[in-house]
């Protein structure tokens, strides 16, 4: 079981609302133990915050930043599923990184989604992780992160 409400007031954070669907998926799914949680964009109050290739148009420190966001989305769509409460741990993170001919730092860039992770939620934000280059991104964004989360209970639930 994780309260990650006082770590989201000491950072500064709260969770937003869920980030809706650009396509045809739901945000996050829930089946059995594990909640898995869609790719989530560096969106903020409703609006993409940055486009371009990183190595290009987006430094590091910037596609860094926007990985936080991106967990922070993460964290989001789990809560739009069920009590944080029920959530044991972040099992796996995988992160896209649209990059520049050239650029191979995607480990740094997605570090920005897993020490927010650890910084919320402790130990329980440890996960295995996947930091991926690709040449595109849904709507010319930078950075995607997806993530599966493992719960305390069992069941099945969409988000509506």
Do not use: W
Not at 24 to 31: L, N
Not at 42 to 65: C, F, L, M, N, R
Not at 85 to 100: C, D, L, M, Q, R
Request: glycine share 10%; hydrophobic share 45%.
């Amino acid at each position: 079981m994780v309260d990650i409400k006082p770590a989201l007031e000491r950072l500064g954070l709260t969770l937003p609302e869920v980030v809706p669907p650009v396509a045809t998926y739901q945000p996050a799914v829930r089946s059995g133990n594990y909640i898995y949680v869609s790719g989530q964009l560096p969106v903020s109050d409703g609006q993409i915050v940055a486009t371009g290739k990183v190595g290009a148009e987006i430094d590091v420190d910037q596609a860094y930043d926007l990985a936080r966001l991106c967990a922070i989305n993460g964290l989001a769509a789990i809560a739009s599923v069920v009590d944080f409460a029920e959530v044991k741990s972040i099992v796996k993170v995988t992160g896209f990184v649209a990059s520049a001919p050239g650029f191979n730092a995607q480990p740094k860039v997605i570090n920005g989604a897993s020490e927010l992770f650890g910084e919320v939620m402790g130990e329980a934000g440890k996960h295995a992780r996947s930091a991926v280059g690709v040449s595109e991104l849904p709507l010319n964004v930078p950075v995607e992160v997806d993530l599966i989360a493992e719960l305390n209970v069992s069941g099945t639930t969409y988000l509506a």
